[in-house]
């Protein structure tokens, strides 16, 4: 993979960003390189093939490196004081199937609880597997 590839995401990345003024651009750019480069060139590979996929609502597996992007830039945006409330609760369906369903017309829910839930002790992290039904039904999808 070429490092116009890379160049090329991390720019696409940073353009996105960068109507904010909460981050530094410079050093979420060496960070967003240093973390593409961390499992070589085939996991670069790998992220692309998987954006450039589509599959309309079917599942999609997570990607590694998309992933660490994702935890990465989180970080930086939700701070120390975003937390799971009640978290002692989610015991009680620990191992089972749930579906949660935000009542927001935007993709940031699922991004924001994940790395909630990814933060929270005690807490059962979820697994995208589980959310394969319904998203793989449009009309199922749209009932919720």
Do not use: C
């Amino acid at each position: 993979m070429t490092t116009t590839a890379k160049d090329a995401l991390v720019e696409a990345i940073v353009a996105f960003i960068g109507g904010q003024n909460l981050l530094d651009r410079a050093e979420v750019r060496t960070a967003l390189e240093r973390e593409i480069d961390r499992d070589g060139p085939d996991a670069l590979v790998a992220l692309l093939a998987h954006l450039s996929t589509d599959q309309g609502w079917a599942y999609y597996p997570p990607d590694p490196l998309a992933r660490r992007v994702h935890h990465l830039l989180a970080g930086r945006f939700l701070t120390a004081e975003s937390q799971v409330a009640g978290a002692a609760h989610a015991a009680t369906v620990s191992g089972a199937p749930v579906v949660l369903a935000a009542n927001h017309l935007s993709y940031s829910e699922a991004n924001v609880i994940e790395i909630l839930l990814h933060r929270a002790e005690g807490v059962h992290q979820p697994r995208a597997a589980l959310l394969e039904p319904v998203l793989r039904d449009r009309e199922g999808a749209a009932k919720l």
